[in-house]
């Protein structure tokens, strides 16, 4: 039998389940998900479907003692997995596949409702994830539940704490913008890039007052036109920081930037005006693309969990079923962005991994 790097990590998981009733391996129902899902399967029924379909193929890499696990008992086992084992050793899987050592590598952190995890029956809230994405490295590097959008700022703490960040730059929306988010990420040997909205009112209004009244110490001009879209980003960058009040409140605070945004799409044009804080001293030019990266983990994790792995339109509410099942899909889009192939969507490359065994090996790197 041939191991992957999927066997090599994943072996840790413990079975929650009691002796009697293991009929199959552990390893081999969440190897075998991971691949059914990258293969294009979205539910149980569908993962025990993919499963007979590629007997053959699946005992070279599984020991399978007793067949194919059927979809009752696939939905059975990942409802009681312990999410907080899974989610551990799933980072310390996606860390073996990351490029160590990239200059300026922007980590963004935002949180994701599973709409589909609601139950409103038994009166159970959908679930909700934070993320962590890698733009440049194009991985997730790990994910904890919330309760709701308000406990995000006690779950980022943890998250952080369980990555290794040092030489990063880690950015985050509105609601991460915390004097203990920031000081973690420093004691981490990191940088910060905090976002400033509405809910930080009178910190927002002295660094929009100041940005009015200052002059920048350096100004960056981007423009992108796609898909009948133009968008201009002027970032202003001020380093001289001395008149932001209980600026010392917030650990390595050194720049403060604003980011003026004007959208065009065919007569309709918007405007926009961002501000940020920064433990960084660095260009205008530079803080524009650290800005820009952060949106990856919209357009390249959100979205493509959304529109390629249909997330929200799975019912998944049985245990722990809903938060460890977003772990598999989150392993199976990390194997798919590391191939390389050029010129090949996502939802191509899922389909060549269920029609061609070489191309799924290729994968797995087997």
């Not at 907080?84 to 996606?94: A, C, D, G, N, P």
């Not at 609601?118 to 309760?147: C, E, F």
């Not at 990420?185 to 927002?204: E, F, M, P, T, V």
């Not at 929200?312 to 079923?321: H, L, P, T």
Request: glycine residues 4%; proline residues 2%.
């Amino acid at each position: 039998m041939v191991k992957t790097s999927l066997h090599e990590y994943f072996e840790q998981v413990r079975d929650p389940r009691i002796n009697r009733k293991k009929k199959h391996l552990l390893i081999d129902i969440i190897v075998l998900s991971i691949l059914a899902v990258l293969c294009g399967a979205e539910s149980w029924d569908s993962i025990e479907e993919f499963g007979c379909s590629r007997k053959e193929f699946l005992k070279k890499i599984l020991s399978l003692p007793n067949g194919i696990p059927s979809h009752d008992t696939i939905n059975r086992v990942f409802s009681l997995i312990k999410p907080e084992q899974f989610e551990k050793i799933f980072i310390e899987w996606t860390n073996s596949l990351r490029e160590k050592g990239l200059s300026f590598e922007v980590l963004s952190i935002d949180g994701k409702t599973i709409r589909g995890s609601k139950d409103t029956y038994h009166k159970k809230s959908p679930i909700h994830l934070v993320s962590m994405w890698s733009n440049a490295n194009g991985l997730t590097l790990g994910q904890r539940k919330v309760d709701g959008k308000t406990n995000e700022i006690t779950v980022i703490p943890e998250l952080l704490k369980m990555l290794n960040i040092e030489g990063c730059i880690v950015t985050i929306d509105a609601m991460g913008t915390q004097r203990n988010i920031a000081e973690a990420i420093i004691k981490q040997q990191a940088d910060y890039i905090l976002a400033l909205k509405g809910n930080h009112g009178y910190l927002r209004e002295d660094v929009m007052a100041f940005c009015n009244r200052a002059h920048p110490n350096s100004t960056n001009q981007t423009i992108e036109k796609a898909h009948g879209r133009i968008e201009s980003r002027t970032c202003q960058v001020f380093n001289r920081i001395d008149m932001i009040e209980n600026k010392d409140d917030w650990k390595n605070l050194r720049s403060i930037i604003r980011i003026d945004a004007i959208r065009k799409i065919a007569e309709k044009q918007t405007s926009e005006t961002r501000y940020y804080i920064s433990s960084l001293n660095a260009e205008a030019a530079d803080f524009n693309k650290f800005i820009r990266q952060h949106w990856g983990i919209e357009n390249s994790l959100h979205w493509t969990l959304d529109m390629v792995f249909r997330e929200d339109e799975q019912r998944k509410r049985n245990g722990f079923a809903a938060e460890n099942f977003a772990i598999v899909r989150k392993i199976a889009l990390n194997l798919l962005k590391k191939e390389n192939s050029k010129n090949m969507s996502l939802v191509t490359k899922r389909l060549k991994a269920a029609w061609d065994i070489n191309f799924l090996l290729k994968i797995l790197k087997i």
